[in-house]
């Protein structure tokens, strides 16, 4: 099973933290925290055997068209999405554009 772990990418340009109650709006007084909590879920299934794929579209720039290749180019079985209140809406934007992508 490929499975494909992915810290959505920023939602017009805003660029949002998702990580534990760190959840917030990068800015001139927060800095880009690391998706640990996609990290450590991945680790855990790749020592079950899965074949796992993580990308931080926030860290990496990645944009909507660059996670959309990227995620037609890799055909996942199942998607974990980091998501927060905050960016809800481009987030369930996202889940939906893979769904899509996936035939899922």
Do not use: H
């Amino acid at each position: 099973m490929r499975i494909f772990f992915v810290n959505p990418p920023a939602d017009e340009g805003i660029k949002q933290v998702r990580e534990g109650r760190c959840m917030q709006r990068m800015g001139a007084w927060t800095a880009l925290w690391t998706p640990v909590s996609l990290a450590y879920c991945a680790a855990l299934c790749r020592k079950e055997g899965f074949e796992v794929r993580i990308v931080d579209c926030i860290a990496e720039e990645i944009d909507f068209t660059g996670l959309e290749r990227m995620t037609g180019e890799y055909r996942p079985d199942l998607i974990i999405l980091n998501t927060i209140t905050a960016s809800i809406v481009s987030d369930l934007s996202t889940a939906d554009m893979i769904k899509e992508q996936t035939g899922g």
